[in-house]
């Protein structure tokens, strides 16, 4: 078969086809008998015929499908308007219609999600402000549930930090009487409770930092007051010769405050008198129990054994 009449025969082929409307198969021919003879003026225009026909098929079936378009826009449903619409865009970008229409059911799908986050937003803050007022105890709980349901919303954890902070402040407030006291056990207790609501909350991390700095201060000036109060002692317990426990008050100051010069010197000198203190006892008991003998073996020579 001579390429003349292998060409007539694909001509056949390609029209029999377009009249199928199987145009991509024609169209697929058509370049490929190109691609071996270029400019071929049959195989060109019926390129050109049906690249023509597509593109009318494809108008019709866009309008067809812009109805339906507008019809789910009248309905709001504009999720599934913009799905649609954006097959449309693939099958002709540059159709001004679907663009047009596209940018329209856009906005009010924007519109309309903005509308429903301030909604929930309002229903949310309605909830979690009763919560708060009569069951704050349980405010907590709720806030996790709808992070734990609502996983990576910015809208919900900026919602939720809202009630943690608020949370936070109603705690404070209500121990506002122990935050005044000394207790500062039970007030680290405290602080430790508010972490569990939110451990980078500004407040909770001032108030830690505050009742720390008072802590160091109660515990300094209690330290001073006590040195002083010893140091007073020692010296009285010096004056009635009571060594020994002049010894036990200094090691107390000397643990609490270990360069104390006068309590270290006065125990050196408490122990050097300690010392004198009971070795003249210690003589004079022996003495004593020395002229109790004599007077004894004066007394019953026969009861002692002489070695």
């Given at each position: 078969m001579n390429n003349s009449a292998y060409l007539t025969q694909v001509e056949k082929k390609v029209k029999r086809l377009i009249t199928d409307k199987r145009y991509r198969e024609a169209h697929n021919l058509?370049?490929?008998?190109?691609?071996?003879?270029?400019?071929?003026?049959v195989f060109e225009k019926l390129k050109k015929r049906i690249e023509e026909t597509v593109a009318g098929e494809n108008e019709k079936l866009i309008n067809e499908k812009l109805k339906t378009v507008k019809a789910l826009y009248k309905e709001e449903k504009y999720a599934e308007a913009l799905k649609l619409l954006k097959e449309l865009l693939r099958i002709n970008p540059n159709n001004k219609h679907s663009k047009k229409e596209y940018e329209r059911v856009q906005k009010a799908y924007v519109e309309k999600v903005e509308q429903q986050k301030k909604e929930f937003i309002s229903r949310q803050t309605n909830r979690f402000n009763e919560i708060l007022n009569k069951h704050p105890d349980l405010l907590l709980e709720e806030l996790?549930?709808?992070?734990m349901n609502n996983p990576g919303s910015k809208l919900v954890r900026d919602l939720t930090d809202q009630f943690r902070a608020k949370?936070?402040?109603?705690?404070?407030?209500?121990?506002?009487e122990l935050l005044k006291s000394k207790k500062f056990d039970a007030i680290e207790n405290f602080i430790k409770e508010l972490g569990e609501i939110d451990k980078k909350n500004p407040l909770v991390l001032k108030l830690a930092e505050e009742i720390a700095k008072r802590r160091r201060q109660t515990a300094s000036a209690q330290k001073s007051e006590f040195v002083y109060g010893g140091s007073k002692h020692l010296d009285t317990l010096m004056k009635l010769k009571k060594y020994d426990k002049a010894i036990q008050?200094?090691?107390e100051i000397l643990a609490v405050n270990k360069?104390?010069?006068m309590a270290f010197r006065t125990?050196?000198?408490a122990k050097r008198k300690l010392y004198a203190q009971t070795r003249n006892l210690s003589i004079k008991d022996i003495n004593d129990k020395r002229a109790e003998l004599k007077k004894e073996y004066k007394a019953n020579k026969e009861e002692f054994v002489k070695i």
């Open positions: 058509c370049i490929s008998i190109l691609d071996e003879n270029p400019g071929h003026k996790v549930s709808l992070e949370l936070i402040r109603k705690k404070i407030n209500e121990k506002g008050v200094a090691k360069s104390n010069k125990m050196k000198k």
